[in-house]
């Protein structure tokens, strides 16, 4: 149970472009997920919280035009780095709470995408 | 923002030794302490949480142990084995999860 699964899990674009990347939890529903970013022997950033029916909340610093966030069903939220350029590659990784498990707080990561920018 | 760090950034021992890991915090508010495992270009996976009302839990060769007076918690890994190696991160919260900066764990044979 609590598997959550992101598609591609690779993606080569060129710059200019617009990459949609999506999260599904597969075996429970998600009022919440979350999007984080990793560069290569980084820690995990977090970019904003996605909240199903409503908009999402970005951290500080992250361009809310950029990276758009949408969390239409209780299953799927997709983010889409709009306009993207080479200092977008990195590795974007999705998480949600799986609140019938009685934990409010455990996250389950998707496998994550990477995302090269010519 | 939440400030978390961890510490050592990296840690080598021989199999069958223990390794520690502090991570320290800034947000008093955090009462959820959990440790994740990273492989290279894997997912982050929970190994062990604490909530905020307990001081230590075990499971197996992992246990993990909270001071919330002073912010700090720490990993524990007896018997370490090469397929621990990885990165661990300290992902303190309350709402939302700020990941540490992470720990390299090299288990050599």
């Known amino acids: 149970g609590a598997v959550v699964s992101q598609h591609p899990s690779r993606v080569i674009c060129k710059s200019g472009t617009s990459v949609k990347i999506e999260c599904r939890s597969l075996d429970f529903q998600a009022t919440t997920m979350f999007w984080y970013r990793q560069f290569p022997k980084k820690s995990l950033m977090l970019m904003a919280t996605?909240?199903?029916?409503?908009?999402?909340?970005?951290e500080q610093g992250v361009e809310k035009d950029k990276f758009l966030i949408n969390h239409a069903s209780l299953t799927l939220s997709t983010l889409t780095v709009t306009s993207a350029h080479p200092e977008d590659s990195s590795f974007y990784i999705c998480?949600?709470?799986?609140?019938?498990?009685?934990?409010?707080?455990?996250?389950?990561f998707g496998p994550g995408t990477r995302l090269t920018v010519l | 923002g939440e400030n978390v760090e961890q510490h050592p950034s990296t840690l080598s021992v021989q199999e069958g030794d223990s390794a520690v890991i502090k991570c320290t915090y800034s947000d008093s508010a955090s009462n959820y302490f959990p440790w994740y495992k990273q492989e290279l270009g894997k997912r982050p996976q929970l190994i062990i949480d604490?909530?905020?009302?307990?001081g230590e839990k075990k499971d197996q060769r992992i246990a993990v142990t909270l001071n919330k007076t002073a912010k700090h918690f720490s990993l524990h890994i007896t018997e370490t084995q090469p397929e621990d190696s990885a990165v661990y991160f300290c992902?303190?919260?309350?709402?939302?999860?700020?990941f540490g900066t992470g720990t390299r764990l090299l288990v050599s044979p």
């Open positions: 992902v303190p919260g309350f709402q939302k999860l700020v």
């Open positions: 604490i909530r905020s009302n307990v």
């Open positions: 998480s949600a709470r799986d609140l019938s498990r009685g934990s409010t707080d455990t996250q389950y």
């Open positions: 996605s909240n199903e029916g409503s908009k999402a909340t970005y």
